[in-house]
């Protein structure tokens, strides 16, 4: 079994993803949000929700309004999160440019994770630019999960060479 890494001191203002539970708990954020694609805007929010599990940097979901008409479109394949349920994914469709699978949401989530129904999380490194109050994300590495990482947050987080077994 691998060794788990020694998790990164916060400072103050800050959280150690290593301070998350097990299963993950679901928060209500107040705060900007935007995500930029094809050098437009195409979603801004004033408040969203934050999955914080263990390890991983907050995912951040979005209520559907904040999205501009049209840049979502249904894509194909479905996946299964043993905390939150069944997910359907979208393509975003901006600016003359299409990234797939790269957003998704739970249409019914399990009991937990009822707030989120419908609300849609988007991979940070699909797109140009994705903002929490005015500071440009950085993605969680590996490209399978979509946490966002700010100055807010420490690490290690999960998603790089070696951290599978976390």
């Known amino acids: ?31 900007l949000i935007t995500v930029e694609f094809g050098g437009e805007v195409i979603a801004t929010t004033d408040h969203g929700w934050r999955v914080l599990e263990t390890s991983h940097p907050p995912t951040y979901y979005l209520p559907p309004t904040a999205f501009t008409a049209g840049v979502l479109r249904d894509a194909p394949g479905r996946s299964w999160c043993e905390w939150k349920g069944q997910a359907r994914y979208f393509d975003l469709v901006a600016g003359g440019q299409v990234a797939r699978k790269s957003a998704w949401s739970y249409p019914r989530p399990t009991p937990q994770f009822e ?30 999960y979509g946490g966002w990482i700010t100055s807010g947050v420490v690490g290690p987080f999960k998603g790089g060479p070696g951290s599978l077994g976390w």
């Open 1 to 31: 079994m691998p060794s788990l890494p020694r998790p990164d001191k916060p400072g103050p203002g800050q959280e150690s993803v290593w301070d998350y539970p097990r299963p993950p708990r679901l928060e209500r954020f107040q705060g």
């Open 115 to 144: 707030p989120i129904a419908d609300a849609i999380a988007v991979m940070a490194a699909a797109v140009d630019r994705c903002t929490v109050n005015g500071e440009t994300v950085v993605a969680q590495p590996g490209g399978l």
